[in-house]
């Protein structure tokens, strides 16, 4: 059982994260300080040593914890019962672009800040993102067998670039059936 206490520490913890991730993707990692961060959650710049040891280590968990995030939900829904390899990959698309669409900014800290990433925590992150690509790739692989293998990678990579074009797009140039076509064009990436 959960306490109330832990409940609001789990709270705040989230809290800086959300506002770190927001922070670092209109700004950049190191333009941030730790008293803005504490300033987007309402406490003092120190009280965030409370939750993590550094802002390094935030940045870590953004990275790391949504690199692991994407792996467990792929790999769950490879589990799944499905019908076909074609209802797998339409679960895989519309599972990524629900994340893609609800977390921009984490894409944009993504794209800006991986470099920033120690080597061994941007090793661990590269590593998570080539097994969540493999989860897809090897789906895609058993619709498209004629595809070889270093094409099948780039098409990966075509289509988690098209996906996370998400993070990209203004609140004023954002279509009103953005997740339709993102969807449809992944799904014309990869099966044709």
Same mark, same amino acid.
């Given at each position: 059982?959960? +306490?109330?206490?832990?409940?609001?520490? #789990? =709270?705040?913890?989230?809290?800086?994260?959300?506002?770190? @991730?927001?922070?670092?993707?209109?700004?950049?990692?190191?333009?941030?300080?730790?008293?803005?961060?504490?300033?987007?959650?309402?406490?003092?710049?120190?009280?965030?040593?409370?939750?993590?040891?550094?802002?390094?280590?935030?940045?870590?968990?953004?990275?790391?914890?949504?690199?692991?995030?994407?792996? /467990?939900?792929?790999?769950?829904?490879? #589990?799944?019962?499905?019908?076909?390899?074609?209802?797998?990959?339409?679960?895989?698309?519309?599972?990524?672009? +629900?994340?893609?669409?609800?977390?921009?900014?984490?894409? =944009?800290?993504?794209?800006?800040?991986?470099? +920033?990433?120690?080597?061994?925590?941007? =090793?661990? !992150?590269?590593?998570? /993102?080539?097994?969540?690509?493999?989860?897809?790739?090897?789906?895609?692989?058993?619709?498209?067998? $004629?595809?070889?293998? @270093?094409?099948?990678?780039?098409?990966?990579? #075509? !289509?988690?670039?098209?996906?996370?074009?998400?993070?990209?797009?203004? $609140?004023?140039?954002?279509?009103?059936? $953005?997740?339709?076509?993102?969807?449809?064009?992944?799904? =014309?990436?990869?099966?044709?």
């Amino acid at each position: 059982m959960t +306490t109330a206490r832990a409940q609001g520490k #789990a =709270r705040t913890r989230q809290l800086f994260l959300d506002a770190a @991730a927001r922070l670092f993707a209109d700004r950049g990692f190191h333009a941030v300080s730790i008293g803005e961060l504490g300033t987007a959650v309402g406490v003092s710049g120190p009280a965030l040593y409370r939750h993590f040891p550094s802002k390094d280590a935030m940045l870590e968990e953004i990275l790391i914890g949504t690199s692991e995030f994407l792996l /467990q939900g792929g790999s769950e829904i490879i #589990a799944a019962p499905h019908s076909s390899d074609l209802d797998v990959l339409d679960d895989l698309i519309d599972f990524h672009l +629900t994340f893609a669409l609800a977390h921009r900014d984490i894409i =944009r800290v993504q794209d800006r800040e991986l470099g +920033t990433l120690p080597k061994v925590a941007n =090793r661990q !992150v590269r590593k998570l /993102q080539r097994q969540y690509l493999d989860l897809w790739a090897e789906v895609v692989g058993r619709l498209r067998p $004629e595809i070889a293998p @270093a094409d099948l990678q780039v098409a990966m990579h #075509a !289509v988690f670039g098209l996906l996370n074009s998400t993070a990209h797009s203004t $609140e004023k140039l954002v279509s009103a059936d $953005e997740r339709g076509i993102l969807s449809g064009a992944a799904r =014309r990436v990869l099966i044709g």
